[in-house]
T-cell receptor, first 109, second 117 residues
Framework: GQNIDQPTEMTATEGAIVQINCTYQ??????LFWYQQHAGEAPTFLSYNVLDGLEEKGRFSSFLSRSKGYSYLLLKELQMKDSASYLC??????????WGAGTKLIIKP | GAVVSQHPSRVICKSGTSVKIECRSL??????MFWYRQFPKQSLMLMATSNEGSKATYEQGVEKDKFLINHASLTLSTLTVTSAHPEDSSFYIC?????????????FGPGTRLTVT
């Protein structure tokens, strides 16, 4: 079966760094996405990785290792507005997105 | 660019009535639109995938006669919840994927909060 695993909840301090991990097992792979979702709102796109390595975009970076079925989202210089759920999703061989359950990130002052 | 709108943003209806939700891609042509449902504190659940001009493909466990999807044009898809019941109360989100060959990203609408009383 297809499976995406990520922690349910994480807590971090304003100004710090946090890493949210995601492991996956899917039928085929056409890329891994990270989305941010604030409560009561739709997800917004953060990153897309299809090749191994680190993609940096401002305060956010995303890493992928296809051989390990593993990705992480790294958030630096945390701000209170980063409090949200972070969703990991993998595009399978049929170009369907398989979604993780999301990681709720709580930022404390 | 790549804006997707949904209407209405919130709707309250009585049990047994039907509700239609519209999803529009405002500045691009969407060959494929996706309908998701999200219950509180849970992840997105794909309900169906629709391609313009063809019948929607429903995920296992989703009743196609209850959740009617129409994708009549490259910029509009509608989801009609028929004979709604309180357990259908949820956050319904659509997303759209564009025509461009390299356009892998799904663009999400803002969602529709449905409450069935």
């Amino acid at each position: 079966g297809q499976n995406i695993d990520q922690p349910t909840e994480m807590t971090a301090t304003e100004g710090a760094i946090v890493q949210i991990n995601c492991t996956y097992q899917t039928s085929g792979f056409n890329g891994l996405f990270w989305y941010q979702q604030h409560a009561g709102e739709a997800p917004t796109f953060l990153s897309y990785n299809v090749l191994d390595g680190l993609e940096e975009k401002g305060r956010f970076s995303s890493f992928l290792s296809r051989s390990k079925g593993y990705s992480y989202l790294l958030l630096k210089e945390l701000q209170m507005k980063d409090s949200a759920s972070y969703l990991c999703a993998v595009m399978d061989s049929n170009y369907q997105l398989i979604w993780g359950a999301g990681t709720k990130l709580i930022i404390k002052p | 660019g790549a804006v997707v709108s949904q209407h209405p943003s919130r709707v309250i209806c009585k049990s047994g009535t039907s509700v239609k939700i519209e999803c529009r891609s405002l500045d691009f042509q969407a060959t494929t639109m996706f309908w998701y449902r999200q219950f509180p504190k849970q992840s997105l659940m794909l309900m169906a995938t629709s391609n313009e001009g063809s019948k929607a493909t429903y995920e296992q466990g989703v009743e196609k006669d209850k959740f009617l999807i129409n994708h009549a044009s490259l910029t509009l898809s509608t989801l009609t919840v028929t004979s709604a019941h309180p357990e259908d109360s949820s956050f319904y989100i659509c997303s759209a994927r564009g025509l461009a060959g390299a356009d892998y990203e799904q663009y999400f609408g803002p969602g529709t909060r449905l409450t069935v009383t």
